[in-house]
């Protein structure tokens, strides 16, 4: 079982940064698939960025270039960094871990994943 709890959300005005933090429970774990989802108001949950099985990041195209997802290993913590903040960025962000045995869906799909957190409101005003 792997416990993850995200933090640094908030408001802040489009145009601005942010950066997320997610600290897991598993001293040692590699820290590969790992990944940032999100979920806007009355909106499915999407794949923002992720670390895959190889270690390569990913990300997807509507953040690309504008966030960037990276680790601290001795910490136990994954970051995204968020810059360039649009209104459309606003959701719950949840952080994701574990990908599971067998499953071969892309790293930015939520079914490749056993753990997740409990979110963290990101809201950005225009």
């Known amino acids: 079982q792997v416990h993850l709890v995200e933090s640094g959300g908030g408001s802040v005005q489009a145009g601005g940064s942010l950066r997320l933090s997610c600290t897991h429970s598993?001293?040692?774990?590699?820290?590969?698939?790992m990944a940032w989802f999100r979920q806007p108001p009355g909106k499915e949950r999407e794949g923002v960025a992720a670390?895959?099985?190889?270690?390569?990041?990913r990300y997807a195209d509507s953040v690309r270039d504008r966030f960037t997802i990276s680790k601290d290993s001795a910490k136990n913590t994954l970051y995204l960094q968020m810059d360039s903040l649009k209104p459309e960025d606003t959701a719950m962000y949840y952080c994701?871990?574990?990908?599971?045995?067998?499953?071969?869906?892309?790293?930015?799909?939520?079914?490749?994943?056993?753990?997740w957190g409990q979110g963290t409101q990101v809201t950005v005003s225009s």
């Open positions: 994701a871990a574990g990908c599971r045995y067998g499953v071969d869906n892309p790293i930015l799909d939520a079914e490749r994943y056993s753990f």
């Open positions: 598993v001293d040692g774990y590699s820290m590969n698939c």
């Open positions: 670390y895959d099985s190889d270690g390569a990041t």
